[in-house]
């Protein structure tokens, strides 16, 4: 039956029933490894490390073919980046997980902006259990994967964010469009022999320009799709979500900015025909330093062999006093 309980949702609730301090213990969130990294404390947190290790683990879970034992080893592997790194070939330093990280997302999924909500320091990392209505799409979800907004018609053809609730209304009028997403839904997960639908949704907690709160879906519109769609009429259902909070009204900064975009910045001064060009590369990197001046500068030395005379420069230019800005 379309309702009857799948017992791994159960077996996976049973997996995080323990509180969340013990779990994270289990991950090393005593930061043995990490206790003289000279990075902001707020990278460190272990409840911001699990829910990335987690989003990591969900990742693992798509690949095809996977068996359950070949999930376990690769699970362990990804929470051996933390209890013991040199196992897994890690240097032992917090860089290498978020510039992996960060290369996941940026790089193979797509999704920009997403590592800068997770390592910012101006926001705050829970897991909560969310009503299932209370969430937003993203734009890209309604109008290209649903296709129920925007160009393709839909929401009174409405561009935009479109809530849960919005999305079970639309399907309650439109039977056949629900029964298309419900087939295609139903073909995305029902087939994985290591199930991805029960993990934790990734929700960005932030206001819109008129101050009203959002709870926008970031990661897991596929499974808060699924939830929708097998049980259509339930207006009370809930789901599990890392919840990530803006904790002020300024622009996310501290985050993590990857040693790889320091060295393309390393590389563009190195094949600049004028000392303007040269200018504008500085100015750029002095960009990114103010953004996050606990990383950048870190992160810029370590690139520094892309072009040692530049990096050099700079971080002296960046280290000697000059007018409050």
Known sequence: MENEKDPREQ???EAEARPIEERIKETGSEMKYFET???PEHLKEGVRLKMMLDIMKHEAKKQPGLSEDEYAKRAEEIDGWLTDPEKYQMSGSLRDILNKIWADFRGFKLKFGIVEILTASNVDVKEETLPLDSLVYMDYFTTKVLKIAGEDGGIGGTTGSISAAGARKYFKEHPDKFEEIRERTNSNFSTESVPREYDKILVYRNK?????ERLIVLDGNGRLTRKITQAPDDEQQNIRAWVVTKTDDKPLHGYWIPTSRFADKLEEASRAESEQER???KKQ???LFRISPGVGPR????????NPEFAEEVLHEWASPRPSE
Do not use: H, M, T, W
């Open 11 to 13: 077996n996976a609730k």
């Open 37 to 39: 990294d000279p990075y």
């Open 208 to 212: 819109d320009e008129s101050g009203q």
């Open 279 to 281: 200018s504008i590369v």
């Open 285 to 287: 990197i002095f960009d």
């Open 299 to 306: 992160e810029l030395e370590r690139a520094s062999s892309v």
